[in-house]
């Protein structure tokens, strides 16, 4: 018997750590062919494996390195996925030494912060995450759906891999200016396509599923959609559902021509959009707003702040701001006090001795990082301590973003 331990997997052991986080997920057991296509995906030095004191493998969690869009600019941030633990082992510790290590190996290799997608809400606080970003569903009753303004351009099907190829260029271009974003691969977007067939079990509907592009007045492609239909019908009447798996659009004006596409299809009677910014804009494009609706609003990124002064000083700020902000992180990693003076065209952040102006939870900071929720909203939920009157509402102005910050897809 030894001390429970965590440590990097050997490659012989990738087949293994799939079945701990399969299993922690409901999932089938793993076959070979699924092992060998992660295989190639995965960075293994960065799966990270719990072992308990016998030296069995029962947790896991792995993290790979990407670009975070933040306001005004980028950051590296260690993301984090496949995190699970068996249900033999749960409620032993294991996942918060997994954390440790993984937190501590993103400091090490000088990553500002780490981003994941919790499962449920209550797990990642407790190791300094806070939710930055929301997502919600975009459904639309399509016999009430008409759009303010006449369609242009033109909508075109296409095959899996010209879409995939279109849909990384498209992504290409907005990822830098959405605040939320993280970068993509080309096998990704290979992958969300149905074209790269990685054995999870969802390969059939992705490649079965329409794909569509539409170009504008110049023959441009500035949107593409993915979408599966089910054909309904209800007392004689087409009752159909359209479900848009991925809606990647360079312009604002590409996303309502593929809603419009959507909700023009024959038999469609609603279209759902899933993982849409909280402030999806298409309701407001419609006749009847109310046709459109933004349900089951979330949390959807978790953001943590490992290294204050690079976190705060890669991103741009509203309005001009200083303030002196102390962090407190039991951890350790990021606690103390900074000083930001930061505004449009650059920031400024470096510990500090001054007195505080604001105090806060590492949590607190990454939910306010990217400009998803306000200080304010944060000191009104007890979140935020202020310590010189108007410290709130400046922090809230500077930190805010035009639109709200999202991330398109799940990882
Ligand atoms: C969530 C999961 C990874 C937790 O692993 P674990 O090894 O049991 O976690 P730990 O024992 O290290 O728990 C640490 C603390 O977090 C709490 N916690 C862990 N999971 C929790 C959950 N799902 N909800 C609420 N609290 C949770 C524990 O109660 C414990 O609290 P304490 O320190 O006050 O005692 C594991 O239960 C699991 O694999 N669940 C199913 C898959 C999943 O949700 N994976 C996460 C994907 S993002």
Redesign the pocket.
């Known amino acids: 018997m030894t001390a429970p331990a965590v440590r990097p997997i050997a490659p012989d052991e990738l087949h293994r750590f799939l079945d701990v986080v399969g299993t922690?997920?409901l999932s089938p057991p793993v076959t070979p062919a699924a092992v060998e296509a992660r295989r190639s995906l995965f960075d293994i030095e960065r799966c990270l494996a719990a072992f308990d004191a016998r030296g069995r493998m029962c947790?896991v969690a792995r993290s790979f390195a990407t670009p975070l869009t933040v306001p005004g600019g980028e950051v590296t941030a260690s993301a984090v996925s496949s995190?699970?633990?068996l249900p033999t082992?749960?409620?032993?510790?294991?996942?918060?030494r997994l954390m440790r290590h993984h937190l501590d190996d993103a400091v090490e290799r000088g990553e500002p912060v780490a981003v994941?997608?919790?499962?449920?809400y209550?797990?990642y606080g407790?190791y300094g995450y806070g939710p930055a970003t929301e997502a919600t569903t975009l459904r639309v009753d399509t016999r009430a759906a008409s759009w303010l303004d006449e369609p242009r351009g033109e909508v075109e099907l296409v095959d899996g891999e010209t879409f995939a190829k279109v849909v990384e260029e498209l992504y290409d271009r907005i990822r830098p200016r959405t605040p939320g974003h993280i970068g993509a691969s080309t096998q990704r977007w290979q992958v969300l396509a149905g074209v790269l067939d990685v054995h999870d079990g969802e390969h059939e509907r992705r490649r079965n599923a329409l794909k569509a592009l539409w170009r504008d007045g110049t023959g441009e492609v500035q949107g593409a959609v993915t979408y599966t239909v089910d054909g309904t019908w209800k007392a004689n009447r087409p009752a159909g559902k359209a479900h848009a798996e991925l809606l990647v659009a360079a312009t604002p004006r590409a996303e309502v021509e593929l809603l419009r596409y959507l909700t023009s299809i024959d038999w469609i009677a609603s279209v759902g959009v899933a993982l849409r910014p909280v402030d999806d804009p298409a309701p407001l494009a419609l006749v009847d707003g109310r046709a459109a609706q933004l349900v089951d609003r979330s949390d959807h990124t978790w953001v943590r702040v490992l290294d204050v002064p690079a976190a705060l000083a890669a991103r741009r700020y509203a309005t001009p701001v200083s303030l002196v902000l102390e962090v407190r992180d039991p951890a350790g990693l990021a606690a103390g006090r900074y000083r930001l003076d930061a505004g449009p065209d650059g920031a400024d952040c470096a510990p500090t001795t001054a007195e505080p102006d604001l105090t806060a939870g590492v949590g607190a900071l990454g939910a306010a990082y990217l400009g998803g929720h306000t200080w304010r909203r944060l000191a009104d939920a007890g979140w935020v301590d202020e310590h010189r009157p108007g410290a709130v509402a400046s922090a809230s102005a500077a930190f805010a973003t035009a639109r709200a910050p999202w991330c398109a897809f799940t990882f």
């Open positions: 922690a997920f947790g995190v699970g633990v082992h749960r409620r032993q510790g294991h996942l918060t994941l997608i919790a499962a449920e209550p797990i407790r």
